[in-house]
């Protein structure tokens, strides 16, 4: 805790530094079109901040990348689970995932243009992207589970509950809550991306190619920027109510 | 309930550990043979974790062991590791605590997480699971490993006093423990026909 608060300072001057540098490089570069400044940048985004639009495009995006990705959650743990308990499973799973990770996003966003309405768009790319990491993380947490322990519920005849309470969480959580920081990361970066190709009305996506068409270069870095930070305040929220759960359904962390 | 080994054989590749073994115990006894024997191995024969190569197991029913690890629930306190193997673990709080004070583990002790104890507190956690759960064979490896003589004395006689009339076989080389116990000893070694 104490090395945390020592690093602010730090940090802090390390983003001063390059806020500085980027000003710097507007004021020469001297056309916004190619390089807004940070102070242009900054004062279109408070321009933004109070339009209903800016909230309605915020609520749009952000519901359908987080709905992508909690199915893909809820999907990638079953799948683990499936391929735990049957081997035909992990086999035909294997190539699957190995397909999805590879693939391009711009390739999933096209084909999936042929399927899906430009809306649902940006559900099933975060869906596709969160999938395979999530499966990979449950995989290894599951993979990590202390034999001796299951062998010790095995002979005192542990109820599932229990031992899925007190062996199995344990093991998967810390993987399964790394997973979903990478996940989380991706889901935006893709949805985001997939909103651009398929422009759904009143999408983050949609602001964003507006203000390419227009050479509004200010707009696009304001409109980075709420992505940004959407992505980490979303993944702090979700990392911390992970932890919390964590905390109450298996005890204490013991490092 | 009576615990019957018959015959029992079992190698490891073309290491023969024990041949023919037989004997049975319908009540607490000890089991002794020199080290390497294979006693660890029989007790996981009889747990159902490791199969023989011939002969036959009865009786052991729904079984408590001490493992040769302590194999508790890391992120658990140690009373919570014993509650987990209760069907009414709860309600059992305050008996299962008490017999931790009886083997000298009260206050913080008790509610730390299992990963942050000592050896010794470890292993009183282990013995106390198996002594307290639901069970009509007890199979317990070395229990008193890392406990001082005076709580290997206590947890001799809390053993004595709840589980005399059962099966609990007690694999130990031991001998101030096996004095303790006061239980007939298996020679395993002797029991190969």
Known sequence: MESKKKSWPGRLAAAAFWLMLWQWAAMAVGQEVFLVSPVRAAVTLFQLLPTAGFWARVAFSSGRILLGFGLGAVCSIALAVGARLSRTVELLLDP????????????????????????????LISFLMAVPVLYSAVRTGIQSTDWQLLEMAKVFRLPVGRRLRAIWLPAVLPA????????????????????????????????????????????????????????ALFEKVFLALLGLAVRRVCGEETS | MTLQVNHLTKRFGEH???????????KPAVLWAPSGWGKTTLLRILLGLEKADGGTVTGVGRAAAVFQEDRLCPRLS??????????????????????????????????????????????????????????????????FTG???????????????????????????????????????LHLDQMQR
Not at chain 1, 98 to 119: C, D, E, M, N, Y
Not at chain 1, 190 to 210: M, Q, W
Request: glycine share 8%; aromatic share 6%; with cysteine.
């Open chain 1, 96 to 123: 699957i995932m190995q397909l999805v990770k590879a693939t391009p996003v711009a390739s999933f966003v096209i084909l999936a243009l042929v399927w899906v309405r430009g809306k649902e768009l940006s559900i």
């Open chain 1, 176 to 231: 399964f809550r790394e997973g979903c920081r990478t996940a989380l990361g991706l889901c935006w970066k893709s949805g985001v991306a997939a909103e651009v190709i398929g422009l759904p009305d009143g999408s983050i996506g949609d602001a964003l190619y507006r203000a390419k068409i227009t050479l509004s270069t200010g707009d696009l870095f304001a409109w980075t920027f709420v992505i940004i930070c959407l992505s």
């Open chain 2, 16 to 26: 023969l550990l024990f041949e023919n073994l037989t004997f049975s115990a319908a």
């Open chain 2, 78 to 143: 140690a009373v919570e590791n014993v509650l987990l193997v209760l069907p009414d673990g709860k309600a059992r709080r305050r008996e299962v605590e008490a017999d931790f004070a009886l083997l000298g583990m009260t206050g913080e002790a008790l509610t730390l997480p299992a990963a942050r104890l000592s050896g010794g507190q470890k292993r009183r956690a282990a013995l106390l699971r198996a002594v307290w759960a639901r069970a009509d064979t007890r199979l317990l490896d070395e229990p």
């Open chain 2, 147 to 185: 406990l001082d003589p005076d709580a290997m004395e206590k947890a001799a006689a809390l053993l004595n006093r709840r589980c005399a009339g059962a099966p609990v076989l007690l694999a130990t080389h031991d001998r101030a423990a096996i004095e303790a116990l006061g239980w007939p000893v």
